[in-house]
């Protein structure tokens, strides 16, 4: 099993950049699948991106599309989500997922595909 813990969330205002990052412990990450996903206030999470095991391919939502990317180093077992030209919508608590899986870039946004999940890092956007 793999443990997740986020770091890097915090105030930023609109149009600034942070840079969140998705610590591992545990054995095998590379072999992972690796998501984002996000939870604003009264919304249900959603999904923001993820990248496959060798970090060749990534996804992204339509939302974060240009804005957002996403980059790993499995030899430091971490994944990173860069965040430019934030805006206040981006606010939210930002999670960590990963799955043991290959998913199909169709059901990559799926979250009941992830079984292993971070606390979470809070993210705020102010205009």
């Known amino acids: 099993q793999v443990e997740l813990v986020e770091s890097g969330g915090g105030l930023v205002q609109a149009g600034g950049s942070l840079r969140l990052s998705c610590v591992a412990s545990?054995?095998?990450?590379?072999?992972?699948?690796v998501a984002w996903f996000r939870q604003g206030p009264g919304k249900d999470r959603e999904f923001v991106g993820a990248?496959?095991?060798?970090?060749?391919?990534?996804y992204y939502a339509d939302s974060v599309k240009g804005r957002f990317t996403i980059s790993r180093d499995n030899a430091k077992m971490t994944v990173y989500l860069q965040m430019n030209s934030l805006k206040p919508e981006d606010t939210a608590i930002y999670y960590c997922?990963?799955?043991?899986?290959?998913?199909?870039?169709?059901?990559?946004?799926?979250?009941?595909?992830?079984?292993?999940w971070g606390q979470g890092t809070q993210v705020t956007v102010s205009s």
């Open positions: 997922a990963a799955s043991r899986s290959v998913i199909s870039p169709r059901v990559v946004s799926d979250r009941r595909l992830y079984n292993m």
């Open positions: 545990g054995r095998s990450f590379s072999t992972h699948t």
């Open positions: 990248i496959n095991w060798g970090g060749s391919n990534t």
